[in-house]
């Protein structure tokens, strides 16, 4: 317990200490935050890496997505050949009165097409003009930033990782080749003129 | 000559008497903000929202004067002026500077001061019974209980000063305050202090208004421009409240050059005191009605009953 009146000493104290200091109120409007690292505010469209997949639209848990295309054909590449069938992007549309954010569009696009931007202040007095079509999507891109470093101990990114494997395999490969190519010219020794002519 | 002299007096407390309060409630807004680690108002008037409160007054000024039908209709549109007025009187008679720079001399100056004091605690009670409201009675109620409770060691802190310089004037007790007067007079300075917020309601002992258990008492009626008189009056009523504690137990003002620089001091001591009201409503949570009946005859009443036996003791056996 302490002495009586200890606690209201410290109440006195503890107010005075805050006030001393500098407050944490944000000042939003005039100040802008300074947001995390992968802050999801809106959502970006690289459309030229597009194929019309349509693998957004179907996971988007909302419907939110709006994809229309076409086909276009491509005439043969070599004489005789087949013709060639192209996705053609007609409109692609966000509705972020309807977008709850969750990223799985950008999760699941295999193309790299949907970026988050850390942009949040696209409030809007008409709830359709929410509706962000493709051109807007595209401005979005410019607000893209770069990816953020990954941590010290985070696992390597999977496309190193694989280009990695690839060339340890290859260089494991050379090495085993160059070892037998070795091996044979010291055994070469006693059986003359068999190979490793170019060691 | 004589017109002219007590026209300009007048004014000059009237001044006082609309920006004081006006200056306490915007160090309350911001004082009570950045104790909670925020900023406070700072949109109005362009400069950290100096200008809130004026605001403030605009939009009270702006809504609809409502009188509930039920509701005793002369006594609840009396009522924020019977709160109000009185602090306007009492501060005629607090002087702010040595050579009777104040509003008005009055003989019985403590007298008329108290008693002019309690009546504004009458508009808090006048308001709670004609608003035809359960909330509001039970603050009115609360608040009747917490006047009676509190006038006494407020009258008793206030007579041991008296008793010390010999008079009841205000401006004669500041002639003959010394400066140990502070230590011989600092139990009964706490307990006017007390009692004086205890009467304005201020917290800790705010359980009349208890806005999150009875919604504002006897308030809770009242818009417009009648709640904000009512709000007026409590920032009056701490400017008075200090003001008082300041004149009969820090000395007025006395300090050093007093001649020329005694309402400077007079203002720093009063301001000290408010602020100090004010860090009292961060830092603490809310008495209940019955701890506030109890801290007030269990506590306070028999330390002002000491002060006053102490008074006597000194005044009679050393002076």
């Given at each position: 317990m302490g002495l009586p009146g200890s606690g209201l000493a410290k109440g006195l104290a503890v107010t005075l200490r805050t006030m001393t200091r500098r407050s944490v109120t944000a000042h939003y409007p005039d100040v802008q935050p300074e947001l995390p690292a992968r802050s999801r505010g809106v959502i970006g469209l690289?459309?030229?890496?597009?194929?019309?997949?349509?693998l957004c639209a179907r996971e988007c848990p909302d419907w939110c997505i709006y994809i229309d295309s076409h086909k276009e054909t491509l005439p043969?590449?070599?004489?005789g050949g087949r013709e060639r069938s192209r996705n053609v992007l007609d409109r692609f549309a966000i509705d972020f009165s309807l977008c709850?954010?969750?990223?799985i569009c950008i999760e699941v696009c295999p193309f790299d097409a949907l970026f988050w931007s850390p942009?949040?202040?696209?409030?809007?007095?008409?709830?359709?003009?929410?509706?962000?079509e493709r051109d807007k999507l595209r401005e979005w891109m410019w607000t893209v930033p770069e990816p953020p470093p990954l941590d010290d101990a985070a696992e390597e990114p999977k496309e190193i990782a694989a280009a990695r494997k690839a060339a340890d395999k290859l260089a494991a490969a050379q090495a085993a080749a160059a070892e037998s190519a070795s091996g044979e010219s010291a055994s070469g020794e006693s059986a003359a003129g068999e190979g490793g002519g170019d060691a | 000559m004589e017109f002219f002299d007590v026209a300009w007096r007048l004014l000059a407390v009237l001044v006082a008497f609309l920006t004081l309060p006006l200056l306490v409630g915007q160090t309350e807004h911001k004082v009570m903000a950045h104790m909670q680690g925020r900023v406070g108002p700072m949109y109005a008037g362009g400069f950290?929202?100096?200008?809130q409160l004026v605001a403030d007054g605009v939009k009270f000024a702006q809504k609809e004067d409502v009188v509930p039908a039920a509701a005793d209709r002369r006594v609840f549109q009396l009522a924020p002026a019977v709160a109000l007025v009185p602090y306007l009187l009492v501060l005629i008679a607090i002087?702010?500077?040595?050579?009777?720079?104040?509003g008005q001399v009055v003989d019985a100056g403590i007298f008329f001061v108290l008693a002019v004091l309690g009546v504004g605690v009458l508009g808090q009670v006048m308001g709670g019974w004609a608003s035809a409201n359960k909330y509001s009675l039970l603050g009115g109620m609360r608040t009747a209980a917490q006047l009676l409770a509190y006038e006494l060691p407020l009258l008793l802190a206030a007579a041991s000063v008296a008793m010390a310089a010999g008079t009841l004037s205000l401006p004669g007790m500041l002639e003959s305050?010394?400066?140990?007067?502070l230590p011989w007079q600092l139990i009964g300075a706490f307990v006017f202090f007390t009692a004086g917020i205890a009467e304005l309601h201020?917290?800790?002992?705010?359980a009349p208004l208890a806005p999150e258990e009875i919604?504002?008492?006897?308030?809770?009626e009242y818009g417009g421009l009648r709640f904000a008189l009512f709000m007026l009056a409590e920032y009056a009523g701490i400017v008075v409240i200090s003001a008082l504690t300041a004149v009969l137990f820090?000395?007025?003002?006395?300090?050093?050059?007093a001649d020329q620089l005694g309402w400077l001091w007079m203002l720093l001591k009063t301001a000290a005191l408010c602020f100090l009201v004010i860090w009292m409503r961060v830092a603490w949570p809310r008495l209940r009605a019955d701890q506030i009946q109890r801290f007030a005859w269990t506590c306070l009443v028999p330390l002002a009953l000491f002060q006053i036996a102490l008074t006597g003791v000194v005044k009679v056996v050393f002076l």
């Open positions: 690289f459309e030229e890496n597009c194929t019309v997949c349509m043969a590449a070599a004489p709850m954010y969750c990223g942009e949040f202040e696209y409030a809007e007095t008409d709830i359709r003009d929410l509706t962000h | 950290h929202g100096w200008a002087p702010i500077a040595p050579n009777g720079v104040v305050w010394q400066w140990w007067w201020r917290p800790p002992f705010d919604i504002f008492g006897p308030l809770t820090l000395g007025g003002w006395h300090g050093p050059f």
